[in-house]
């Protein structure tokens, strides 16, 4: 079975770059046409779609957010990370891992159990 494990700091400040890593074991991420997703959730704003990694490390990025979004991964460490520049308090959400096996369906199969991120001076 596979499982998804968010890490990272839970706080962060105005203006700084987020970095959060899911580790995912009981599978590789380089399984034939499995995407590596991030997305994030907080009241009101419902779950929303950040980015993801293709098992042949190509990135894909929301509209909103492509221009300080990175997604990259180190499949030696069987490991996807996604980099956020220029957080504001806004980005204070629970943010997820996810799989998707379905071409980003945004149906997901697998999740990590999130972590909170918090942005604040």
């Known amino acids: 079975q596979v499982q998804l494990q968010e890490s990272g700091p839970g706080l962060v400040k105005p203006s700084q770059t987020l970095s959060l890593t899911c580790t995912v074991s009981?599978?590789?991420?380089?399984?034939?046409?499995?995407?590596w997703s991030w997305v994030r959730q907080s009241p009101g704003k419902g779950l929303e779609w950040i980015g993801a990694?293709?098992?042949?490390?190509?990135?894909y990025y929301s509209p909103s957010l492509k221009s300080r979004t990175s997604i990259s991964r180190d499949t030696s460490k069987n490991q996807f990370t996604m980099q956020l520049s220029s957080v504001t308090p806004e980005a204070t959400d629970v943010y997820y891992c996810?799989?998707?096996?379905?071409?980003?369906?945004?149906?997901?199969?697998?999740w990590g159990q999130g972590t909170r991120v918090t942005v604040s001076s």
């Open positions: 009981g599978g590789s991420i380089t399984t034939n046409s499995d995407y």
């Open positions: 990694i293709s098992y042949s490390g190509n990135s």
């Open positions: 996810a799989r998707d096996r379905k071409g980003l369906s945004s149906k997901y199969d697998c």
